[in-house]
T-cell receptor, first 112, second 113 residues
Framework: SQQGEEDPQALSIQEGENATMNCSYK?????LQWYRQNSGRGLVHLIL?????REKHSGRLRVTLDTSKKSSSLLITASRAADTASYFC????????????FGKGTHLIIQP | DTEVTQTPKHLVMGMTNKKSLKCEQH?????MYWYKQKAKKPPELMFV???????INESVPSRFSPECPNSSLLNLHLHALQPEDSALYLC????????????FGPGTRLLVL
């Protein structure tokens, strides 16, 4: 079953602009992760935020987590053409090997 | 080495064929996963192996048979598949008792005719 719901489903912006994607989930979580997928290939892990964290940064990425609203956002600043991809949030209940439940994803297009 | 490899990259098979997908990692991870992804959909968990034992089977039809011969290798045996099984099959691995970050392979794109 799908846990996360991304919003928007598709986003097209100009290169250099910031892109914001949102994710909502339904059950309690230990962590929330964001992954990127280029053109139906393998997923690349971007960032993990734990349930006791509110914000996390990695390079041009900023992730926030609001456990009271069961939502997270991913901000990509100063977007580049290479950021064109699908972005998925994923939740795990902790303990490593329980698999991930992915949201529906946001398809991001960066116009040059 | 932080890579998960999958072979083959592409596979076309008939409904009566038997084929296998292979996944390999040399990161010392003790958990390995199979996901199925249909076009324009998110990945869906199929199986989880931890310490070479099957720990999760998400009600996957028996025409899909996973196997973990050793801690580095994960196979998915396919038999009597249906056209609706056509999808991208993704393998992933993770540390068992540390971070839950999963490392994904590039996938095998399967077409069942």
């Amino acid at each position: 079953s799908q846990q996360g719901e991304e919003d928007p489903q598709a986003l097209s912006i100009q290169e250099g602009e910031n892109a914001t994607m949102n994710c909502s989930y339904k059950t309690s979580i230990n962590n929330l992760q964001w992954y990127r997928q280029n053109s139906g290939r393998g997923l690349v892990h971007l960032i993990l935020i734990r349930s006791n964290e509110r914000e996390k940064h990695s390079g041009r990425l900023r992730v926030t987590l609001d456990t009271s609203k069961k939502s997270s956002s991913l901000l990509i600043t100063a977007s580049r053409a290479a950021d064109t991809a699908s972005y998925f949030c994923a939740t795990g209940s902790g303990g490593g090997a329980d698999g991930l439940t992915f949201g529906k994803g946001t398809h991001l297009i960066i116009q040059p | 080495d932080t890579e998960v490899t999958q072979t083959p990259k592409h596979l076309v098979m008939g409904m009566t064929n038997k084929k296998s997908l292979k996944c390999e990692q040399h990161m010392g991870h003790r958990a390995m996963y199979w996901y199925k992804q249909k076009a324009k959909k998110p990945p869906e968990l199929m199986f989880v192996y931890s310490y070479e034992k099957l720990s999760i089977n998400e009600s996957v039809p028996s025409r899909f048979s996973p196997e973990c011969p050793n801690s580095s290798l994960l196979n998915l045996h396919l038999h009597a598949l249906q056209p609706e099984d056509s999808a991208l099959y993704l393998c992933a691995s993770s540390q068992w008792d540390r971070e839950e970050t999963q490392y994904f392979g590039p996938g095998t794109r399967l077409l069942v005719l």
